[in-house]
Each structure stands twice: as C-alpha cells, then as structure tokens.
C-alpha cells in the first residue's frame, strides 16, 4: 500500500523554524510532482509550496521568502523548511504527491506558532 507520512510538526515560538517531512512507501517519489497544504479548522485546504519532477518550485505569497521546499529522490523524500513563522502558519500541513489524475496524501502533520 502506497502511504506518505510527513513529521517534524509540532509547537515553534514566533520567529522560530520547524522542517516538515514526508517520506513516501511502496512509490517512487520521484515521478511526482509534490505538493504541501496546510488547513486550519473550518477553511479549505491551501496550498504553500510545490516542487516539480523537474525540481522547480512555487510558493504561496504568504510563505514566499520563509519557507523552502526541496526533494531528496534518493531517499524517496520531500522537505519543507519553514522559517520566521508566524501565529498565522499554525494549521496541520499535509503533503501530496500528484501525476496526472493520481493524488496521493499524507496524514498530516500539527503545527503551532505561539508563544
């Protein structure tokens, strides 16, 4: 059974860093375009950052500049660094990895900036 499963979540102070996971089972990473969301209670998913097959990325305007979205293919993984975060970040971060009409989703990952 194909399975994601994203970790390094967890609770960071205003202005701190947290680096997410995702590490894919039973699929080469690689082929996919991967994607992170993040979803707060009682909003649609929204999309942060994604890196292409090909290694270019897209970020959303709200974490463009703090966060940094890479793959490691070798080790059948995807990475987001995430910086200077900010109270407005806390959401549960999900990664995705997508060909075509294929999605396939992690169970996400809690993250929480207070102080």
């Known amino acids: 059974q194909v399975t994601l499963v994203e970790s390094g979540g967890g609770l960071a102070q205003p202005g701190g860093s947290l680096r997410l996971s995702c590490v894919a089972s039973?699929?080469?990473?690689?082929?996919?375009?991967v994607n992170w969301y993040r979803q707060t209670p009682g909003k649609q998913r929204e999309m942060v950052a994604t890196?292409?097959?090909?290694?270019?990325?897209n970020y959303a305007d709200s974490v463009s500049g703090r966060f940094t979205v890479s793959r490691d293919n070798a080790e059948n993984s995807a990475y987001l660094q995430m910086n200077t975060l900010k109270p407005e970040d806390t959401a549960v971060y999900y990664c995705?990895?997508?060909?075509?009409?294929?999605?396939?989703w992690g169970q996400g990952t809690q993250v929480t900036v207070s102080s």
């Open positions: 039973k699929m080469r990473l690689g082929l996919y375009d």
């Open positions: 995705n990895a997508r060909l075509r009409s294929t999605n396939y």
């Open positions: 890196i292409g097959r090909d290694g270019r990325t």
